[in-house]
């Protein structure tokens, strides 16, 4: 049987391959959700079932934090599934002026996907500019 993340995550992995900028895509680590893309781009993977548009509310564990915040390469993402509504991405950087990603305590990123409107992710400790619904993947794959 195929699992519900499975297809969930697919959504996410299917836009990048299709991508022209994208050339190999791997597990990194036994941790379910973490991948490489192109050899030099680590991925963490969220989802939330919510049905959209609306509000999207993912949660952070310690042990999510330490994994993204320890991860040595210099380019890693989370990227957002967000329902069937859509699917970003923002980089570690971004995401640390969300949530504090030294802290053990989980934390929530809330992404406000409304109907034909662009992209609000807040958390926390901040807010993000606006997003493109239309920049994923590219946002990931033609980070330098």
Excluded: W
Aim: aromatic share 8%.
């Amino acid at each position: 049987m195929i699992d519900h993340k499975d297809f969930v995550h697919g959504a996410a992995l299917v836009a990048i391959a299709d991508s022209e900028m994208f050339t190999a895509l791997n597990r990194a680590s036994v941790k379910y959700g973490h991948y490489v893309v192109n050899h030099d781009r680590h991925l963490f993977l969220k989802y939330n079932d919510g049905k959209g548009p609306g509000d999207y509310f993912f949660t952070f564990s310690g042990e999510d934090k330490a994994r993204i915040s320890g991860e040595a390469a210099p380019l890693v993402f989370t990227v957002l599934v967000c329902g069937n509504e859509v699917v970003t991405g923002i980089t570690r950087e971004e995401l640390s002026g969300l949530v504090p990603l030294t802290t053990a305590a989980a934390s929530t990123v809330k992404v406000s996907a409304r109907q034909g409107r662009q992209l609000r992710i807040s958390g926390p400790d901040g807010q993000l500019p606006l997003i493109s619904r239309r920049l994923f993947p590219d946002r990931i794959l033609a980070q330098p």
